[in-house]
């Protein structure tokens, strides 16, 4: 009887849920704001998605996404502006954080435009790489190694 009254008296207010970034309205804007070391991509740009390649796993990001941080691999964010228009960046690695005010920072050691890659020069690193992994040295091998995953990761991100 007293939890009947309780729920009766008290009002929980409830949170619309959505599945899609094209559903999301005005209000529903996330803020963006991706950094390199050297230059600002976005400052306060109201976006509706951002796709990161988080260590645990591709991420989605919403507005009113949970807070967290997040470190990144090397891949592709994909910042979604509005319903049918996408920009694609390469990163090697970084940080993602979500903050309670429904702003996403990134922090990215390197971002390239993913237009702004050439497949045939791609190719050639691939195979400079692979014949430095085979190196006697073990600081060689190390970095040929490195190498090759970020070119996997962009080659794969270019099919």
Known sequence: MFSRAIKQAVQIPRIS???YASEAGAA???RLQFALPH???FQDKEVLQVSVPAQTGEMGILSHHVPSVEALKAGVVEVIESAGQSTKYFISSGFASVHPNNTLTINAV???DLSAFDKSALQQSIAD?????SSASDAEKAEAEIELEVYSE???ALK
């Open 129 to 133: 790489a692979r014949k430095s992994s």
């Open 110 to 112: 390197e971002a390239y």
């Open 154 to 156: 962009l080659e794969a």
């Open 28 to 30: 529903d804007k996330l």
């Open 17 to 19: 849920a959505r599945s």
């Open 39 to 41: 230059q600002t991509i």
